[in-house]
């Protein structure tokens, strides 16, 4: 079967479930069918990480084209409140369709947030302009269509250097290590090949499922991208894609976390990211639910089906001569020049990952001159490295990954 028609007809598989899990939760919700909701399937980030007992903070940083990006940061975890020395800087940006909310989506033991400020981290986590938690600009209202004129060129050229410098003021430190999940990696590729005076701001750079190109990509979020730019936006207008919404928390807090409910609801998420049901936190799925998708614009993917059909790693390409004139000064959209990267690269990949696919992970390997380490996790998927537990000690796999990271950086 082509794989495009594969992937649409995932994309209607997709679909199908979902309106099962909305019909029969409607019908069985007023049922005595026992339910454990998480408290945190109702709460935002900063109630989150209270609710854990760690300290919280939230910044809004404006972005030099006006945007105002929520930040978040865990100065310290429980372990060690009273450290003096300085505390190494750790940013973490999430990747398309989620938040930060994803970094503490678990339990302390097993969330790589709360796992590296227990380490002795500085935490600080980014969202992403057009998510729920950056949906303000000085200019636009996320009514108009000039708020979601984006794509992730946006978020390399203006969210992370002035994410990035105002943590570096905050703190009045030199350099921050930056951790980066799927299109968190993206963005940082583009920054970091076209930024210098950024680049030398960054001591290490650590990519967890890289993408910098989709050709040999699965699964829905493939056939997503692949739809003609003008059916997309056909079906979903021109302005955002995939929001958080009052439906997905309904699903989460109220259907997806009974357990006659609970594997279908899981199957979302395997369809999109690989199958690995033993490292899923199944009691977690209000959580997941309710605070993910967390919307992004269909401009982002728009370019992603440029990447896709061009096989380059480049910037939007606008549609005619002119436009990119007028935004690159050249009539073709200009190449991220990956081999321009300077920043020393530690690097995770999974072998059961739909998006950020094995064969896409080895054509990226040769292009990176400041890779320094890589390690491939054969039964990891997409969200494993995010959501995934360790069975049978119930352990996060992120937490060994966050000993693993901090032993590194000390080296």
Not at 89 to 114: C, D, R, T
Not at 197 to 213: C, H
Not at 269 to 294: C, E, I, T, W
Request: aromatic share 12%; with cysteine.
């Amino acid at each position: 079967m082509d794989p495009v028609i594969k992937g649409r007809c995932e994309i209607q598989w997709l679909l199908a479930d979902a309106c099962w899990i909305l019909l029969l939760g409607t019908a069985f919700g007023s049922t005595n069918i026992t339910r454990v909701q998480n408290p945190e399937a109702d709460m935002n980030i900063s109630q989150i990480i209270s609710y854990w007992g760690y300290p919280s903070e939230k910044y809004d940083v404006k972005t030099e084209d006006g945007f105002i990006l929520g930040v978040f940061r865990i100065p310290y975890g429980k372990r060690n409140s009273n450290q003096t020395a300085q505390r190494p800087v750790v940013y973490l940006q999430h990747g398309m369709f989620v938040s930060a909310s994803i970094w503490i989506a678990n339990p302390p033991e097993s969330s790589l947030a709360f796992a590296l400020a227990d380490a002795g981290c500085d935490v600080w986590m980014g969202n992403s302009r057009g998510t729920v938690w950056s949906r303000k600009h000085t200019r636009y209202s996320p009514e108009s269509p000039e708020f979601w004129a984006f794509s992730f060129d946006e978020m390399a050229k203006y969210d992370l250097p002035a994410t990035l410098n105002f943590i570096l003021n905050k703190t009045s430190q030199e350099q921050l290590y930056y951790l980066g999940h799927s299109q968190g990696t993206t963005t940082a590729f583009a920054a970091f090949s076209t930024n210098p005076t950024l680049s030398s701001r960054i001591k290490l750079f650590f990519a967890l499922a890289p993408v910098v190109s989709v050709q040999y990509s699965k699964g829905p979020l493939k056939a997503l991208i692949s739809i003609p730019t003008p059916i997309l936006k056909v079906i979903f207008g021109r302005k955002e894609l995939i929001p958080m919404s009052s439906l997905n928390q309904f699903l989460g807090s109220q259907v997806c976390n009974q357990k006659i409910f609970s594997h279908l609801c899981a199957g979302l998420f395997f369809h999109v990211s690989g199958y690995n049901q033993k490292n899923f936190n199944m009691s977690r799925l209000d959580v997941y639910l309710s605070q993910n998708p967390a919307g992004t614009s269909v401009q982002n993917i728009v370019h992603w089906r440029q990447i896709l059909y061009s096989a380059k790693f480049q910037a939007y390409d606008w549609g005619n001569p002119d436009e990119n004139m007028e935004h690159y000064n050249q009539v073709t959209p200009p190449l991220y020049d990956l081999e321009a990267v300077k920043v020393p690269i530690v690097m995770w990949s999974g072998g059961q990952d739909r998006f950020a696919a094995p064969k896409e992970v080895e054509k990226l390997i040769p292009r990176l001159s400041k890779l320094i380490y890589h390690r491939n996790i054969p039964y990891y998927n997409h969200i494993d490295f995010v959501l995934g537990i360790d069975v049978p000690t119930c352990g996060q796999r992120n937490l060994s990954i966050g000993v693993e990271l901090m032993s590194v950086t000390r080296k």
